[in-house]
Protein backbone atom coordinates (compact mmCIF):
# COMPACT_ATOMS: atom_id res chain seq x y z
CA UNK A 1 0.00 0.00 0.00
CA UNK A 2 0.84 3.56 -1.16
CA UNK A 3 1.02 6.18 1.82
CA UNK A 4 1.19 9.78 0.68
CA UNK A 5 1.97 12.47 3.75
CA UNK A 6 -0.19 15.66 3.69
CA UNK A 7 1.92 17.76 1.24
CA UNK A 8 1.38 15.18 -1.20
CA UNK A 9 -2.79 15.00 -0.69
CA UNK A 10 -2.63 18.63 -0.67
CA UNK A 11 -0.86 18.70 -4.07
CA UNK A 12 -3.17 15.75 -5.55
CA UNK A 13 -6.57 18.07 -4.23
CA UNK A 14 -5.41 21.61 -5.62
CA UNK A 15 -5.03 19.78 -9.15
CA UNK A 16 -8.40 18.17 -9.01
CA UNK A 17 -10.11 21.51 -8.28
CA UNK A 18 -8.13 23.20 -10.88
CA UNK A 19 -9.12 20.68 -13.43
CA UNK A 20 -12.84 21.18 -12.04
CA UNK A 21 -13.18 25.06 -12.37
CA UNK A 22 -10.90 24.21 -15.83
CA UNK A 23 -13.94 22.21 -17.00
CA UNK A 24 -16.49 24.13 -16.36
CA UNK A 25 -15.17 27.79 -17.33
CA UNK A 26 -14.46 25.38 -21.05
CA UNK A 27 -18.27 24.72 -21.04
CA UNK A 28 -19.20 28.32 -20.49
CA UNK A 29 -16.90 30.14 -22.83
CA UNK A 30 -15.38 27.19 -24.88
CA UNK A 31 -18.53 25.69 -25.97
CA UNK A 32 -17.94 23.49 -29.31
CA UNK A 33 -21.24 25.44 -31.11
CA UNK A 34 -20.72 24.08 -34.79
CA UNK A 35 -23.71 21.59 -34.50
CA UNK A 36 -26.31 24.64 -33.54
CA UNK A 37 -28.51 26.19 -35.53
CA UNK A 38 -27.27 29.21 -37.12
CA UNK A 39 -30.75 31.01 -36.19
CA UNK A 40 -32.38 31.06 -33.13
CA UNK A 41 -34.95 28.09 -33.76
CA UNK A 42 -38.38 29.42 -33.07
CA UNK A 43 -40.89 27.57 -30.82
CA UNK A 44 -43.73 25.36 -32.57
CA UNK A 45 -47.45 27.39 -32.49
CA UNK A 46 -50.39 26.61 -34.03
CA UNK A 47 -50.89 30.26 -34.09
CA UNK A 48 -49.82 31.92 -37.61
CA UNK A 49 -46.38 33.62 -37.09
CA UNK A 50 -45.96 36.68 -39.30
CA UNK A 51 -42.15 36.98 -40.95
CA UNK A 52 -41.23 40.47 -42.02
CA UNK A 53 -37.98 41.23 -44.14
CA UNK A 54 -37.18 44.71 -44.77
CA UNK A 55 -35.08 45.44 -48.14
CA UNK A 56 -32.84 42.51 -48.49
CA UNK A 57 -29.72 43.77 -50.70
CA UNK A 58 -29.40 41.62 -53.72
CA UNK A 59 -26.96 40.94 -55.70
CA UNK A 60 -27.00 42.41 -59.69
CA UNK A 61 -29.72 40.34 -61.01
CA UNK A 62 -30.41 39.34 -64.27
CA UNK A 63 -32.95 36.98 -63.98
CA UNK A 64 -36.30 36.48 -61.25
CA UNK A 65 -38.06 33.40 -61.19
CA UNK A 66 -41.03 33.52 -58.54
CA UNK A 67 -43.51 30.62 -57.56
CA UNK A 68 -46.31 30.76 -55.12
CA UNK A 69 -49.26 30.01 -53.63
CA UNK A 70 -50.83 33.18 -52.40
CA UNK A 71 -48.86 36.58 -52.46
CA UNK A 72 -49.82 40.19 -53.74
CA UNK A 73 -46.22 40.16 -55.90
CA UNK A 74 -44.72 44.02 -57.08
CA UNK A 75 -41.86 44.53 -59.01
CA UNK A 76 -41.02 48.06 -59.07
CA UNK A 77 -38.26 50.33 -59.44
CA UNK A 78 -35.74 51.26 -56.51
CA UNK A 79 -34.81 54.22 -55.34
CA UNK A 80 -30.80 53.86 -55.66
CA UNK A 81 -28.83 51.26 -58.53
CA UNK A 82 -29.02 48.47 -56.25
CA UNK A 83 -30.82 45.71 -56.05
CA UNK A 84 -33.61 44.44 -53.19
CA UNK A 85 -36.26 42.38 -51.89
CA UNK A 86 -38.59 43.04 -48.86
CA UNK A 87 -41.10 40.51 -47.81
CA UNK A 88 -44.10 40.02 -45.44
CA UNK A 89 -45.67 36.29 -45.16
CA UNK A 90 -47.92 34.33 -42.33
CA UNK A 91 -45.80 31.41 -41.72
CA UNK A 92 -47.73 27.72 -39.86
CA UNK A 93 -46.79 26.29 -37.25
CA UNK A 94 -43.93 28.63 -36.06
CA UNK A 95 -42.52 28.20 -40.14
CA UNK A 96 -41.11 30.73 -42.56
CA UNK A 97 -43.11 29.48 -45.63
CA UNK A 98 -40.89 31.33 -48.23
CA UNK A 99 -37.41 29.91 -49.13
CA UNK A 100 -35.26 32.89 -51.55
CA UNK A 101 -31.46 32.23 -52.83
CA UNK A 102 -29.49 33.36 -55.72
CA UNK A 103 -28.17 30.81 -58.14
CA UNK A 104 -25.79 31.43 -61.34
CA UNK A 105 -21.85 32.18 -61.30
CA UNK A 106 -22.17 35.47 -60.44
CA UNK A 107 -25.42 34.82 -58.13
CA UNK A 108 -27.49 36.89 -60.76
CA UNK A 109 -30.48 34.78 -60.46
CA UNK A 110 -33.19 35.35 -57.97
CA UNK A 111 -35.21 32.31 -57.35
CA UNK A 112 -38.48 32.32 -54.80
CA UNK A 113 -39.92 29.28 -53.41
CA UNK A 114 -43.47 29.01 -51.42
CA UNK A 115 -42.41 25.30 -49.55
CA UNK A 116 -46.18 25.05 -49.12
CA UNK A 117 -46.37 24.27 -53.20
CA UNK A 118 -44.88 21.04 -52.08
CA UNK A 119 -48.24 20.18 -50.15
CA UNK A 120 -50.69 18.53 -52.66
CA UNK A 121 -53.47 19.86 -50.17
CA UNK A 122 -52.78 23.32 -50.05
CA UNK A 123 -52.06 23.32 -54.04
CA UNK A 124 -54.84 24.07 -56.75
CA UNK A 125 -55.13 23.12 -60.23
CA UNK A 126 -54.29 25.91 -62.88
CA UNK A 127 -57.36 25.03 -65.42
CA UNK A 128 -56.06 27.20 -68.85
CA UNK A 129 -59.93 27.32 -70.62
CA UNK A 130 -60.33 27.08 -74.48
CA UNK A 131 -60.35 30.74 -75.46
CA UNK A 132 -61.76 30.13 -78.37
CA UNK A 133 -64.88 27.78 -77.16
CA UNK A 134 -67.78 29.41 -78.71
CA UNK A 135 -71.18 30.08 -76.10
CA UNK A 136 -74.34 30.50 -76.14
CA UNK A 137 -76.44 33.56 -74.94
CA UNK A 138 -77.72 31.22 -71.36
CA UNK A 139 -74.00 29.72 -70.97
CA UNK A 140 -72.97 33.67 -71.10
CA UNK A 141 -75.47 34.51 -68.82
CA UNK A 142 -75.12 31.56 -66.08
CA UNK A 143 -71.24 32.44 -67.28
CA UNK A 144 -71.84 36.07 -65.55
CA UNK A 145 -73.69 35.20 -62.52
CA UNK A 146 -71.20 32.42 -61.54
CA UNK A 147 -68.25 34.92 -61.69
CA UNK A 148 -70.17 37.76 -59.65
CA UNK A 149 -70.83 34.91 -56.79
CA UNK A 150 -67.22 33.83 -57.06
CA UNK A 151 -65.80 37.00 -56.63
CA UNK A 152 -67.91 38.11 -53.31
CA UNK A 153 -66.16 34.69 -51.99
CA UNK A 154 -62.28 35.53 -52.82
CA UNK A 155 -60.39 35.52 -49.88
CA UNK A 156 -58.33 38.60 -49.14
CA UNK A 157 -54.42 37.91 -49.86
CA UNK A 158 -52.22 38.89 -47.18
CA UNK A 159 -48.70 38.15 -48.19
CA UNK A 160 -46.76 40.75 -49.83
CA UNK A 161 -43.79 40.37 -51.94
CA UNK A 162 -41.73 43.20 -53.38
CA UNK A 163 -38.88 43.32 -55.17
CA UNK A 164 -36.53 46.62 -56.11
CA UNK A 165 -35.07 46.52 -60.00
CA UNK A 166 -32.68 49.75 -60.52
CA UNK A 167 -33.76 52.32 -63.81
CA UNK A 168 -32.49 51.22 -66.46
CA UNK A 169 -31.25 47.56 -65.61
CA UNK A 170 -32.27 45.36 -68.16
CA UNK A 171 -33.44 41.46 -67.28
CA UNK A 172 -32.96 38.48 -69.25
CA UNK A 173 -35.74 36.48 -68.02
CA UNK A 174 -38.56 37.27 -65.41
CA UNK A 175 -40.99 34.62 -65.18
CA UNK A 176 -43.94 34.69 -61.87
CA UNK A 177 -46.30 31.58 -61.19
CA UNK A 178 -49.00 32.50 -58.78
CA UNK A 179 -51.90 30.58 -57.44
CA UNK A 180 -53.89 33.23 -55.71
CA UNK A 181 -52.98 37.52 -55.18
CA UNK A 182 -52.34 40.38 -57.59
CA UNK A 183 -49.02 40.88 -59.52
CA UNK A 184 -48.40 44.61 -59.97
CA UNK A 185 -45.35 45.34 -62.05
CA UNK A 186 -43.64 48.68 -62.35
CA UNK A 187 -40.84 50.08 -64.59
CA UNK A 188 -39.54 46.74 -65.66
CA UNK A 189 -37.23 46.14 -68.67
CA UNK A 190 -36.89 42.38 -69.26
CA UNK A 191 -36.26 40.72 -72.93
CA UNK A 192 -38.59 38.15 -71.10
CA UNK A 193 -41.86 38.29 -69.18
CA UNK A 194 -43.89 34.56 -68.26
CA UNK A 195 -46.77 35.39 -65.57
CA UNK A 196 -49.08 32.73 -65.19
CA UNK A 197 -51.83 33.06 -62.26
CA UNK A 198 -55.03 31.36 -61.03
CA UNK A 199 -56.76 33.84 -58.92
CA UNK A 200 -55.93 37.25 -59.32
CA UNK A 201 -55.20 41.15 -61.52
CA UNK A 202 -52.23 41.60 -63.59
CA UNK A 203 -50.84 45.22 -63.91
CA UNK A 204 -48.09 46.08 -66.28
CA UNK A 205 -46.72 49.85 -65.79
CA UNK A 206 -44.11 51.67 -67.94
CA UNK A 207 -42.35 48.61 -68.58
CA UNK A 208 -40.30 47.45 -71.50
CA UNK A 209 -40.85 43.87 -71.98
CA UNK A 210 -39.93 41.62 -74.97
CA UNK A 211 -41.95 37.94 -76.17
CA UNK A 212 -44.48 37.94 -73.05
CA UNK A 213 -47.14 35.76 -72.18
CA UNK A 214 -49.47 36.63 -69.27
CA UNK A 215 -52.19 34.15 -68.64
CA UNK A 216 -54.76 34.59 -65.77
CA UNK A 217 -57.82 32.29 -65.39
CA UNK A 218 -59.74 33.82 -63.45
CA UNK A 219 -59.08 37.92 -63.05
CA UNK A 220 -58.26 40.81 -65.35
CA UNK A 221 -55.19 42.35 -67.13
CA UNK A 222 -54.26 45.70 -67.39
CA UNK A 223 -51.00 47.37 -69.36
CA UNK A 224 -50.51 51.13 -69.78
CA UNK A 225 -48.00 53.13 -71.47
CA UNK A 226 -46.08 49.96 -71.64
CA UNK A 227 -44.04 49.14 -74.35
CA UNK A 228 -44.55 45.44 -75.96
CA UNK A 229 -41.62 43.80 -78.34
CA UNK A 230 -41.53 40.67 -80.30
CA UNK A 231 -44.17 38.64 -79.48
CA UNK A 232 -46.85 39.38 -76.32
CA UNK A 233 -49.85 37.18 -75.82
CA UNK A 234 -52.11 38.56 -73.17
CA UNK A 235 -55.27 36.17 -71.88
CA UNK A 236 -58.10 35.64 -69.32
CA UNK A 237 -60.72 33.07 -69.22
CA UNK A 238 -62.66 35.57 -67.16
CA UNK A 239 -61.85 38.59 -67.03
CA UNK A 240 -61.48 41.99 -68.60
CA UNK A 241 -58.37 43.10 -70.80
CA UNK A 242 -57.42 46.40 -70.66
CA UNK A 243 -54.48 48.31 -72.60
CA UNK A 244 -53.37 52.00 -73.29
CA UNK A 245 -50.61 52.52 -75.92
CA UNK A 246 -48.60 55.63 -77.00
CA UNK A 247 -49.45 56.71 -80.28
CA UNK A 248 -45.55 56.12 -81.54
CA UNK A 249 -45.74 52.13 -80.69
CA UNK A 250 -48.93 51.38 -82.29
CA UNK A 251 -46.78 52.01 -85.85
CA UNK A 252 -44.69 48.96 -85.37
CA UNK A 253 -47.08 46.55 -83.58
CA UNK A 254 -50.10 44.86 -85.50
CA UNK A 255 -52.88 43.95 -82.31
CA UNK A 256 -55.49 41.07 -82.52
CA UNK A 257 -58.18 41.25 -79.75
CA UNK A 258 -60.63 38.56 -79.29
CA UNK A 259 -63.49 38.32 -76.85
CA UNK A 260 -66.51 35.28 -76.94
CA UNK A 261 -68.80 36.61 -74.21
CA UNK A 262 -68.24 40.40 -74.30
CA UNK A 263 -67.07 43.37 -76.22
CA UNK A 264 -63.99 45.09 -77.21
CA UNK A 265 -63.97 48.57 -77.06
CA UNK A 266 -61.36 50.21 -78.94
CA UNK A 267 -60.18 54.22 -79.01
CA UNK A 268 -57.01 53.89 -81.43
CA UNK A 269 -57.98 56.36 -83.90
CA UNK A 270 -57.97 54.31 -86.76
CA UNK A 271 -55.09 52.84 -89.20
CA UNK A 272 -54.00 53.34 -92.87
CA UNK A 273 -54.27 49.47 -93.33
CA UNK A 274 -57.21 48.04 -95.41
CA UNK A 275 -57.13 45.23 -93.56
CA UNK A 276 -58.17 47.03 -90.30
CA UNK A 277 -61.23 44.80 -88.87
CA UNK A 278 -63.27 45.51 -86.38
CA UNK A 279 -66.91 43.95 -84.51
CA UNK A 280 -68.36 43.77 -81.42
CA UNK A 281 -66.10 41.11 -80.16
CA UNK A 282 -62.97 41.38 -81.93
CA UNK A 283 -60.44 44.22 -83.14
CA UNK A 284 -57.66 43.90 -85.57
CA UNK A 285 -55.08 46.13 -85.85
CA UNK A 286 -52.15 46.48 -88.54
CA UNK A 287 -49.33 48.56 -88.30
CA UNK A 288 -47.66 50.84 -90.93
CA UNK A 289 -44.57 48.87 -90.20
CA UNK A 290 -45.08 46.25 -88.34
CA UNK A 291 -42.10 44.85 -85.97
CA UNK A 292 -44.07 43.36 -83.56
CA UNK A 293 -47.49 41.76 -81.81
CA UNK A 294 -49.88 41.65 -79.69
CA UNK A 295 -52.59 38.68 -79.08
CA UNK A 296 -55.16 39.85 -76.43
CA UNK A 297 -57.91 36.91 -75.66
CA UNK A 298 -60.41 36.57 -73.06
CA UNK A 299 -63.50 34.53 -72.54
CA UNK A 300 -65.97 36.11 -70.46
CA UNK A 301 -64.84 39.39 -70.08
CA UNK A 302 -64.16 43.22 -72.00
CA UNK A 303 -61.48 44.36 -73.77
CA UNK A 304 -60.51 47.87 -73.74
CA UNK A 305 -58.15 49.76 -75.90
CA UNK A 306 -56.62 53.22 -75.75
CA UNK A 307 -54.59 55.46 -76.31
CA UNK A 308 -52.56 57.35 -73.26
CA UNK A 309 -53.47 60.56 -72.77
CA UNK A 310 -50.83 63.18 -72.27
CA UNK A 311 -51.42 66.73 -71.35
Same mark, same amino acid.
Given at each position: ???????????????????????????????????????????????????? *?? %??????? =????? $? /??????? !? #??????????????????????????????????????????????????????????????????????????????????????????????????????????????? *?? %??????? =????? $? /??????? !? #??????????????????????????????????????????????????????????????????????????????????????????????????????
Amino acid at each position: MIVMNKKAVAIVCAICIIGAVGYGMRDKFGKDHSDEPSVKKEEKTEDLKEYS *DD %HIALNDL =KEIKA $D /VLDANIN !I #KRSEDNKFYMSYNFEGENGKDPLVYKTEGDNGDKLVIKDKRRDDPNKEGDFEKKDTKTEKTDKDKKDNADTNKEESKDKKEVKNNITIYVPEGAELKKTKVDLLSGKISVE *DL %HSKELKI =KLSSG $D /VDLNRCL !I #KDSGVEVSDGNITATESKFEGKTVLESSTGDLSAKFMKEDLDHMNINADTTAGVVKQNLGGSTSEDEYSSNSSYVWKAKDPKHSLEMYTVDGDISLDLVNKN
